[in-house]
């Protein structure tokens, strides 16, 4: 009798996971769930095209060939890990079959391994070229129908998305983009950033600060992400091959479709750390322009490390860069930019406002 396994499913156009279970078989993995109506479907994926994606901290992630969008399956099950490493304890490439064919295959997957490391050192800089001269108007249109994407697959708390809005608006920040934040209902530590100004916050983040300046250090972050065109630039790395073509031919309503198609992925992708480091360097200057004290960025960053330990840990947390890495840069920035930090009460006023709806 073989057993079922418990794991998440993302079928690549939504970015909520299915709980799933799954059937391991001599050949493949059975996925079964309850859709929305009440049926019960079933997907078989065949071994031989399944790739390990991803192995690290008790997560084990598999993918379906090179499906756009990505189907993958999020694995924390450690008896199903520790099958899979019994069956599989070397690589995918390892596990080839060295027959004619294997060595075939394994020849044709190496030179498209050379050809694909060349293409990635060009990489950043199609990513950077596109997002760079991707029309601002354009920019701000589409982010808004991405934003609005995403936002309708998320419960929205009114009342904290008042009150974070009043909180930025507070801010003195020399804004190129109509900034736009709303907090959804989840019990996942997230927030990110999308093209043109929208930005969306998990209230699980907010329910574990502790500090105005913590609020405040964690949207100069994500707005430093739409400043600096880091959103843009990301999905443009992503979907690079499509949307530079576009660009190079005019057809900014094609690179526009493909942008909202794929919205969602902005909550997966993870930025680079020179990415990180200069957005947390652009929002240390704001919390200095603001006479926010640089250490409400630490203590953000103390808090992802604690909850990092916890069960829901998110893409806040495991596609960024090393923390501690992070915090020793805020403690460098701060001897070379000494901050005079003041109390600010409207921003104590409106923290207060999203803490207490919390306890409500």
Known sequence: MELVYKARFFDGYSGKPKQVDVLWLDNAWVIQFV???????????????????????GLLSLRLGDVFPAQQLDITDQDFIKRYRQAYPRTFAQRLNMSAAGVFVT??????????????????????????????????????????SVLDEEQIDSSKTIAINH???ELIIDKSYPVKITVVKSNIINAFALPGGGIVVYDAILNNM????????????EYSHVELKHATRNLFRTLSGYLFLSVIFGDMSGVGGVLIENAHQLRNLGYSRELETEADNHGL??????????????????????????????????THPDLDIRIRNVHDFA???PCNSLPNDSLSIYFNQIKNNWNE
């Open 167 to 169: 909180f930025f608006n």
């Open 285 to 318: 200057e704001v919390l200095q322009q603001n006479n926010i004290n640089y250490m409400g960025m630490v203590d953000l960053f103390e808090l992802l490390k604690k909850e990092s330990n916890g069960v829901h840990v998110n893409e806040l947390i495991s």
């Open 210 to 221: 502790k500090s105005p300046e913590q609020l405040a250090a964690l949207l100069a972050h």
């Open 107 to 148: 020849s044709l997957l190496l030179l498209l391994f050379v050809l694909w490391t060349s293409y990635v050192w060009l990489l950043p800089a199609i990513a950077g070229y596109g997002a760079n001269v991707f029309p601002k108007e354009y920019e701000i249109e589409f982010g808004q129908k991405m934003y609005q």
């Open 35 to 57: 859709n929305q109506v009440g049926e019960r479907v079933s997907m078989t994926w065949e071994k031989q095209h399944v790739i390990e994606h991803e192995f690290k901290s």
């Open 335 to 337: 001897k070379l930019h």
